[in-house]
């Protein structure tokens, strides 16, 4: 995309002065609160998908413990895939915020359509994927009645993808759009849907079959696919039929699928390694029993709820820096980024003090055992640390998309991940050459580290893009 304001402000911005003592408040604050807007229905549409993860978990070990385990084992391959194929798609949230910057929402409806013929590709990639995840559950020789049901809650979820695959390009499309608030009311309705379709067909109560923990997988797609049709509806909405969405069908462009697979695939990757690093550790950690393992999911759940917020403040900022750069306007878009990072590194450490104080409540919400709670209370001094630059890094990363910067990131994620955090874990959770051993402190210490040095090279990375006329414009194009 090369749109004469972007031209003009590659020239111009040279002259941009920074803002004097007496605007940088007032224009800070503005900023603030047009985030505040576009991230608060971002990030309670997060918290409800956690609460239909919650419900599964829940409901299905009200039922049976067995059952329990096998809706645990599918959706540690369910959802590391959707994650991995659906984050192919995310690049057209700053795509789109682009193009509206710069005046172009006529262009929109053509993007949002090659994105959903990626989405109907993915669904079908996913679907391989995961009702052929039997083998896996053989390697790692699990329980054989949790791996069957395991097995056929993948196979009724998997009915349900194509669905959730379109669904979600429209809903990156609105938000690009700058409408947050409709996915949001879509997520809350899902909520309170899954609630009752879980009840039904794991307990087999309102005249459907009682199925235990396949049931979830049964009522997973039939929300993902009532998902798709709010969102449908959400997008015969003026504010989307001004893109021209629905005004034809087109057969696959490659130039645009391109461009929406070399923002996206990198997005996908840097949040699949993530998770697929935490249920390596899962895997290591359980090795040293079952009190250090439940501990360290107590540790991970804390972690996981607290980057909600900053995820979606970094989405929200994505948006507002696509528009700026689209329009051309390169130091807003900076300010932006500025505005965002403080907010986030305000609620990280604030975040973080409550959590130290807290901490011995905090674990016994999720268990009795009395070694769990110490253990897990004394990890949540490690998680107080660990999450302030996990929470600011997200900020950042969200930033970044906003500027279609993804490939660096993904880099800082794989390298800070899996070539440093991993192997150091290792070796400090286990011991060697001499090294005692610190258990689950090990690893949790080794991806502290690790978090602190994808941050650091997202910082850098964030302020010199935001500094770089040359580099926003090449990446825009």
Not at 191 to 219: D, H, Q, S, T
Not at 231 to 257: C, H, K, N, Q
Not at 319 to 339: D, L, N
Request: charged content about 15%.
């Amino acid at each position: 995309m090369s749109p004469k304001p972007l031209q003009r402000r590659a020239v111009d911005i040279a002259q941009d002065k920074p803002d004097g003592a007496q605007q940088v408040s007032p224009r800070s604050l503005a900023e603030a609160k047009a985030l505040f807007r576009l991230g608060t229905p971002m990030a309670a549409t997060q918290f409800f998908i956690m609460a239909m993860g919650f419900l599964d978990t829940a409901m299905a070990g009200h039922y049976d413990s067995t059952h329990l385990a096998g809706v645990a084992l599918g959706s540690n391959v369910l959802w590391p895939v959707f994650m991995l194929l659906t984050g192919c798609t995310m690049s057209v949230t700053p795509i789109v915020a682009q193009l509206v910057g710069g005046g172009r929402t006529r262009r929109v409806g053509r993007v949002l359509r090659q994105g959903l013929l990626v989405g109907m590709v993915a669904s079908v990639l996913a679907i391989l994927i995961v009702v052929n995840a039997e083998p896996v559950f053989m390697l790692f020789k699990v329980d054989t009645a949790a791996a069957d049901i395991g097995t056929r809650y993948l196979n009724a979820a998997a009915f349900g993808l194509p669905a959730v695959m379109c669904y979600i390009v429209l809903r990156y499309g609105s938000e690009g759009l700058g409408h947050t608030v409709g996915p949001m009311v879509i997520a809350g309705i899902v909520l309170v849907l899954n609630a009752i379709l879980n009840y039904a067909f794991i307990y087999g109560r309102l005249g459907a079959p009682e199925l235990g923990g396949e049931g979830c997988g049964w009522a997973t797609a039939i929300v993902m696919w009532f998902e798709l049709l709010a969102m449908i509806v959400l997008a015969r909405f003026r504010y989307f039929r001004v893109t021209g969405l629905w005004r034809r069908v087109e057969w696959p462009d490659s130039r645009e699928i391109k461009q929406i697979l070399k923002i996206g695939i990198p997005i996908g990757l840097s949040s699949f390694v993530g998770m697929a690093l935490f249920a390596i550790v899962g895997f290591f950690v359980g090795s040293l029993g079952v009190i250090p393992l439940a501990a360290h999911s107590i540790a991970g759940h804390l972690s996981w709820a607290t980057i909600v917020i900053p995820m979606s403040l970094g989405s929200a900022a994505g948006i507002r820096i696509g528009f700026y750069v689209g329009a051309g306007e390169f130091s807003r878009a900076a300010r932006v980024a500025r505005v965002a990072v403080a907010i986030s590194l305000i609620y990280a450490v604030t975040v973080s003090v409550a959590l130290v104080l807290l901490r011995h409540y905090a674990a016994s919400v999720y268990s009795n055992d009395a070694d769990v709670v110490a253990l897990a209370g004394s990890l949540i001094l490690l998680i107080a640390i660990y999450q302030v630059f996990d929470d600011t890094q997200a900020t950042m990363a969200g930033a970044l998309r906003g500027y279609k910067d993804t490939r660096a990131p993904m880099v800082y994620s794989l390298v800070g991940y899996w070539v440093f955090a991993l192997p150091l874990g290792a070796v400090l959770g286990f011991g060697w050459q001499g090294i005692p051993s610190l258990g689950v402190f090990g690893f949790w210490v080794a991806l502290s580290l690790g978090i602190a040095a994808i941050a650091v090279a997202m910082a850098v990375r964030l302020f010199r893009t935001g500094r770089d006329p040359a580099r926003i414009l090449r990446l825009a194009s």
